[in-house]
């Protein structure tokens, strides 16, 4: 009877020792890709601003309007 019980107890660790991995590696991934997402941001960021700063500057406010209007839709 201790033998089984020996058993089963080192089967429960095994189980939890690969639980415990998978949900390590499941956050880790996670990690990853909200990592990835801000990178993508500050790189629109980036660009919105340049394409800002090399805009032509008129004191027409229409034209402003139109280049808001038809910037990069990831960049709004």
Same mark, same amino acid.
């Given at each position: 009877? @201790?033998?089984?019980?020996?058993?089963?107890?080192? /089967?429960? #660790?095994?189980?939890? *020792?690969?639980?415990?991995?998978?949900?390590?590696?499941?956050?880790?991934?996670?990690?990853?890709?909200?990592?990835? @997402?801000?990178?993508?941001?500050?790189?629109?960021? /980036?660009? #919105?601003?340049?394409? *800002?700063?090399?805009?032509?500057?008129?004191?027409?406010?229409?034209?402003?309007?139109?280049?808001?209007?038809?910037?990069?839709?990831?960049?709004?």
């Amino acid at each position: 009877m @201790e033998g089984l019980i020996s058993i089963l107890g080192a /089967i429960g #660790t095994a189980i939890a *020792a690969v639980l415990v991995a998978y949900l390590r590696g499941k956050s880790k991934g996670k990690a990853q890709q909200v990592q990835a @997402e801000r990178q993508r941001q500050t790189q629109s960021y /980036i660009n #919105t601003r340049e394409n *800002a700063d090399a805009a032509d500057v008129t004191g027409n406010a229409h034209a402003g309007r139109e280049w808001l209007r038809n910037r990069d839709p990831d960049q709004r």
